[in-house]
């Protein structure tokens, strides 16, 4: 059985907050435990209304120390405190993210309850969780920032009829599966004996912060979902660039030549009251995109043609 | 003619934030000066889905710093840096806001478009500000924490009969108002000489966190309204004072003793859904009591009893 991993959106703005858009956070949940994606200010809130639970956050991901992305990290992290939350909570970060959120999150009267781990990244690690790993690129951003790629691992799926000769039921399956080898019946069965080829894990990038550039295109190579920033519509572009930003055309580009299954839209700016056109340009490149509204949620399910070589 | 002073509630809860109220944040304008009074996470967007502009504040001030009352500082500062602006902006708050505000609002990348002043506050300081005053109060929290009192200035009332004794139209008589003396068809025509008492000045205290105690009744003394702190029912009130906070039978009891004409409860507890309870209790004790909503706007109006002597 796959893990459930569903992605809930609690803000989708740009720069600052809208009546419309509450500024950046995204939860990424696999099984019970919740990662976060960037926590902007309100992002406590938001997660209140929505069934994704503020305290079942296990690592919270920033991309980079712009007020929109991080400004809602020191109330959501008291909130758990007063909530007597015991469990350790890590945080990542990209270069300064010690010594930024060290002095941050001392601010104020108040007592932790847990204990919080800080890592900070330069960009182009992967980091390994078990289940899944966390891969980092450095973007095109005037301060340093990061997209982040959440990797489901791969698993090897088994061919009912080769199990069925070894007379293995789903129990033992699962322990092979694990393992990589068991012993049955006093017989050795590795895995490879009942494999029938791989479930691709799924792959979901979040690009944070960025301009346009080619190596976001291999990050995102073949990503189930890749939610990438689209500040403004084309007209803006230019601007856009310089102040290290992406249209919604431009998002659509790299997610066609990465070969993505689908677009989402995050980090519209709060000068669209609604975000129609930027959809409309992505679509004329990238038919399967999405602007994406605060607390909408989605469900990543396992690519019908991922499930065997 | 009496200026319009108008309150706005942005956040009505206490401790962190709930799907019902955000948490503690209170606008209040006089003609087109917005003052702030205290700025939890989320109050630039709460501001946003009002009718009082954050960019036309020009005060702020915050009772303490525990996190419900001051993590949307960073937020608010940064968007209106973001939106050019010029003006300074006054901060105000108990010992330690230099050092706590100084911290705090270096973090992160952003660059700042105009100055921001600090004053730090000990409690019993009278700050003049021309057209009101604004009197502080230590209140009884377990960190620096500050009571403030709005009072717009008492202004002499024009008898009409003695004032066409001679012949002053309304512009001369606003001149004569403003300077108390002018020289009209070449006599000295003293305010006293027109005067037919005073129009007694609006008065509207603000709590923020603090158990009961008697000083808050002198502080309070036939205020026009009250918005005093009400974080549980009256059961739990004997906790909620080692704590620092008040029931909202408390509450009732200093307004009743004050002789205030209104009382506003605030800081109601996330564990309420709705404040029925508290208001209730309240009524029993002090009837002319509501249990503010967020976003509500409050129109304060002249007593007809303060408009002359």
Redesign the interface.
Known sequence: MASTIRLVFFGTGG?????ER??MSIGLQVDSDVLLFDCG??T??QM??TNMSFMKIKKIFIT?????H???L??LV??MA??DRKDPLEIYGPSGTVD?LT??LS????SLTFPIKLYEIEGGEILDFGDYTISTLRTLH??PSLAYCFKEKDIPRIDKKKADQYRLDSKILEKLRKEGAIVHNGKTIRIEDVMGGIRRGRKIVYSGDTAPFSEMEKFAEDADILIHEATVESSLEDKANQYGHSSARQAALIAKKAKVRELLLVHISPRYKNANLLEKEAKQIFPNTKVVKDLQEIIVRVRKNQSSE
Do not use: C
């Open positions: 720069s600052w907050p809208s009546p509450n500024v200010e309100g406590q809130r209140m209304l980079h120390y712009h007020g929109d991080f400004l809602g020191a109330g008291q909130t007063l909530n930024i002095k941050y601010i104020g009267y108040y005037p301060v």
